[in-house]
C-alpha cells in the first residue's frame, strides 16, 4: 500500500513518525509524500498546547475529508492526542478507523494492516505473525503509562535534510510541572543504553549524517533513572570519537540535572557544539513555585554564570511561559529584568493555556489573554533589541557555517547555520556572493559574517573546511 504520513509537534515526535515510516518500510509498503494518492493516511499528533491540539484536529479533519473523496481507505490517528483522546477523537471523527498512542509505535505495522473491523481500531490492535497470520487481538489500557522506546536496531527512515538527524536518548518524563501533561502522555523517564545511543550514532554518520542532535523530555537526566550518574558526560565522550560527525548538540537540558561534569566534557569534545539550551520557564520566584519548578532566580544566575565560565563564548537558549495563573505586573517585571540581565542568544516565549489533566488546570486562569499577549510581544521586543545590539557585533567576523541547503528567498543564496544556531527553532545565516552549484547540503565552510537582519545574519564563503 502506498503510505502518507504528517508529523506535527517536537522533534521527539518527529522520531516516533521516522521510526513508524521505517517500519512500515520495512513491511513492504511504498510510502507517498501526496496524501491524495494514499492508501492509507497517518496523523502523528502533538497535544503539548491549545494551538498545537488545534493544529492537530485541523489536520485530522483534512485527512478525514481525503478519505471520503480520494484513494484512502484508512486512517490511523498515532502520538499525544491519540494517547491523551483516544475516546472523544473516534466519537469526534468516525472516519478515523485506528487510534495509537505514544507507547504504541510499533503496533503501525498492524494498523496498516486492517485486519478486523476498522471501526473498533480504537479498542483492538491486531497482531499478526510474521506471515500475516492473525493471531489475535490486543485491547490497550488507556489508564497505562507508555513504556515503549526505540533502539538502535529500529528501523527508522529520516524525515530530516540527509546532513542532520534527531536521536532520542531518552524518553518519558518523572517531573510534576503543574503546567505540563508530558509524564501522563509519554510515561515515566527512561534511559536508552549507551551503547544502543552510540551504535545508531555510527550508524548515521556512515548515512551521511552530520549533526547529531540528542533530545529527551530532559537530556541532562539521563541515566539517572538507570542509577548511571555522570552518564551523559560519558555519552558524550564516546559520541565525540564517532567518525564523520561534525557537531553534536543537545537540546532540552534542565536547570537542576546540568552538572559539572557534563560542561567539562562539552568543553573537551571538539564535536559537541557549545550550546546549551536550557527551558527555564520564568524568572520570578512564586511563579516558579506555583509551576512546581525546582528553582529560583539567584539559583539561575548562578547556573548561567558557570555555564559561561566553564565553557566561553556558549550559546544560551531558553524559553518562558506568561500569563501563568497568579501571575503579576511585578512578576512579569521581574522577568523582564532578568532576561535583560543574562542576554540570552536564543529565547521563545507562550503564552500559557489552561490544560487538562494537570494541577494548574485547578488554578484559576486569572491573567487575562490580552494582557497574555502584551506580555509576550513585551518579552519579545526586549529580546529582538538585545539579538540586534549583539548580531551587529559579529560583523566581520570569521566564522565556521554548516551549509543547509538553497534558501527560499533568491536562488543565489543558501541557508546555514554557526554551532550556535540549532535547525527550525533558531535564526538562519545567508550565505551570499557564492554559486549555490558550489556547495551542498552538509557542506562545512568557513565565512566571513558581512550583515545582520534582526534575528538573521548575512554571511560571504572564504574557503571551504572538512
Not at 560527525?245 to 537540558?253: A, K
Not at 550550546?275 to 509551576?291: F, G, I
Request: aromatic share 6%.
Amino acid at each position: 500500500m502506498k503510505i502518507g504520513m504528517i508529523s506535527l509537534g517536537c522533534p521527539k515526535n518527529l522520531v516516533d513518525s521516522e521510526v513508524m515510516l521505517g517500519l512500515a518500510q520495512q513491511s513492504g509498503h511504498q510510502l507517498t509524500r501526496d496524501a491524495a494518492d494514499a492508501d492509507v493516511l497517518i496523523v502523528n499528533t502533538c497535544a503539548f498546547i491549545d494551538k498545537a491540539k488545534q493544529e492537530s484536529i485541523d489536520a485530522i479533519l483534512e485527512m478525514a475529508e481525503l478519505k471520503k473523496t480520494g484513494s484512502c481507505t484508512r486512517l490511523v490517528v498515532t502520538g499525544c492526542m491519540a494517547e491523551r483522546y483516544r475516546d472523544e477523537l473516534r466519537d469526534l471523527i468516525p472516519e478515523i478507523d485506528v487510534v495509537l498512542g505514544t507507547g504504541q509505535v510499533p503496533e503501525i505495522v498492524e494498523a496498516l494492516a486492517g485486519i478486523g473491523d476498522p471501526g473498533s481500531g480504537i479498542r483492538t490492535i491486531p497482531l499478526l505473525r510474521s506471515n500475516g497470520e492473525p493471531i489475535g487481538s490486543r485491547i490497550p489500557d488507556p489508564g497505562s503509562l507508555p513504556t515503549y522506546i526505540y533502539n538502535a536496531d529500529t528501523p527508522r527512515l529520516l524525515a530530516t535534510p540527509r546532513h542532520y538527524a534527531y536521536v532520542k536518548i531518552a524518553e518519558g518524563c518523572d517531573y510534576k510541572c503543574a503546567f505540563c501533561i508530558i509524564p501522563k502522555l509519554r510515561g515515566n523517564y527512561r534511559s536508552r543504553p549507551a551503547d544502543s545511543i552510540v551504535r545508531e550514532a555510527r550508524a548515521l554518520a556512515a548515512r551521511g549524517v552530520k549533526e547529531l542532535l540528542l533530545i529527551s523530555q530532559d537530556t541532562s537526566f539521563y541515566g539517572i533513572d538507570r542509577g548511571e550518574r555522570g552518564a551523559l558526560a560519558r555519552l558524550l565522550r564516546e559520541l565525540n570519537t564517532v567518525d564523520g560527525l561534525g557537531w553534536i548538540r543537545m537540546l532540552y537540558l534542565y536547570p537542576t540535572t546540568i552538572g559539572d561534569d557534563v560542561l567539562e566534557a562539552m568543553a573537551d569534545c571538539d564535536k559537541v557544539c557549545n550550546y546549551v539550551d536550557l527551558p527555564l520557564q520564568h524568572a520570578s520566584d512564586d511563579v516558579l513555585k506555583r509551576m512546581k519548578r525546582p528553582g529560583t532566580r539567584g539559583g539561575y544566575e548562578r547556573l548561567l554564570d558557570r555555564i559561561r565560565t566553564r565553557i566561553p563564548g556558549v550559546t544560551l537558549r531558553t524559553t518562558f511561559i506568561v500569563g501563568f495563573p497568579g501571575e503579576t505586573e511585578d512578576d512579569f517585571a521581574e522577568l523582564k529584568d532578568f532576561v535583560n540581565a543574562v542576554g540570552f542568544d536564543h529565547l521563545g516565549v507562550f503564552t500559557y493555556s489552561h490544560e487538562e489533566g494537570t494541577s494548574a488546570h485547578g488554578l484559576e486562569d486569572d491573567v487575562p489573554a490580552r494582557v497574555k499577549q502584551q506580555r509576550q510581544s513585551a518579552l519579545m521586543a526586549l529580546q529582538k533589541r538585545i539579538v540586534r545590539k549583539a548580531q551587529q557585533l559579529r560583523v566581520g567576523q570569521q566564522v565556521r557555517l554548516l551549509i543547509d541547503g538553497p534558501s527560499s528567498e533568491h536562488e543565489l543564496v543558501l541557508r546555514a547555520r554557526l554551532e550556535g544556531y540549532a535547525p527550525d527553532i533558531d535564526p538562519v545565516v545567508y550565505l551570499t556572493d557564492c554559486d549555490p552549484a558550489e556547495f551542498t547540503a552538509g557542506q562545512f565552510i568557513q565565512a566571513e559574517i558581512v550583515g545582520s537582519r534582526d534575528y538573521d545574519l548575512l554571511a560571504a564563503p572564504a574557503s571551504v573546511s572538512v
